[in-house]
Structure formats: structure tokens, C-alpha cells
Nanobody, 124 residues
Framework: QLQLVESGGGLVQPGGSLRLSCAAS????????IGWFRQAPGKERERVSC????????YYADSVKGRFAISRDNAKNTVYLQMNSLKPEDTAVYYC?????????????????WGQGTQVTVSS
């Protein structure tokens, strides 16, 4: 049974940084695409970033481009989201999600498995 557990959220001042982790258990991540999503109160869920199983393709929403970086460490079964220059509008619950697709160079799909989320609050 695949389980995704996010960690690394918290309270940070504007301009600060956080690194979120998404640890997978029950599977090996090699054949999975991974996405990071976020949902703020009263807003729809937004795809923030995703990474292909090949590690050759990454997507970033325009709102985070140049500030966030996604990476994966298949040996540790973990995907990371490095978030720099954080803004108050980045405040949300962040979720990671996974989908098994084999070895591919894309990640723009609907996801099958979701973590429980981690809260990120950017405030002074």
C-alpha cells in the first residue's frame, strides 16, 4: 500500500525558505511521477510543481517559477520542494501526490495517491 508523508512545513517570515519533503513507503518511486499541490482557504487546489519519473522534466506554476525547485532522490524514496523567497500568498496546505506511469519525461497527469498535507504559513 503506497503511503505519502509530507513534512517540512511551518511558519516562516516573508523572504524566508522552507524545504518540504515527500517520503513514500510501500513502493519504489522510480516509476512514479510526483507532484506538489497547494490549497489555500477558500481557493481551489493548485498544482505548484511536478517532476517526471525520468527526472528530465519539471513543471512549475508561473507563481513559483524561479523561487521553488523540485528534486527527487529515488534511493531515499523522497521528493523535495525547495521554496525560497517565500511570500504571504504562498500560505497554504501543501500536498504531494504520485502516479505510476513507468519511465516517462512528463508529469502533467491526474494523480492517484495523495499525502495528508503540511501547512506552510508565510507571515511576519
Amino acid at each position: 500500500q503506497l503511503q505519502l508523508v509530507e513534512s517540512g512545513g511551518g511558519l516562516v517570515q516573508p523572504g524566508g525558505s522552507l524545504r518540504l519533503s515527500c517520503a513514500a513507503s510501500g513502493i519504489t518511486l522510480n516509476n512514479y511521477i510526483i507532484g506538489w499541490f497547494r490549497q489555500a482557504p477558500g481557493k481551489e487546489r493548485e498544482r505548484v510543481s511536478c517532476i517526471s519519473s525520468s527526472d528530465r522534466y519539471r513543471y512549475y506554476a508561473d507563481s513559483v517559477k524561479g523561487r521553488f525547485a523540485i528534486s527527487r532522490d529515488n534511493a531515499k524514496n523522497t521528493v523535495y520542494l525547495q521554496m525560497n523567497s517565500l511570500k504571504p500568498e504562498d500560505t497554504a496546505v501543501y500536498y504531494c501526490a504520485a502516479k505510476e506511469l513507468g519511465y516517462i519525461d512528463y508529469c502533467g497527469y491526474e494523480y492517484d495517491y495523495w499525502g495528508q498535507g503540511t501547512q506552510v504559513t508565510v507571515s511576519s
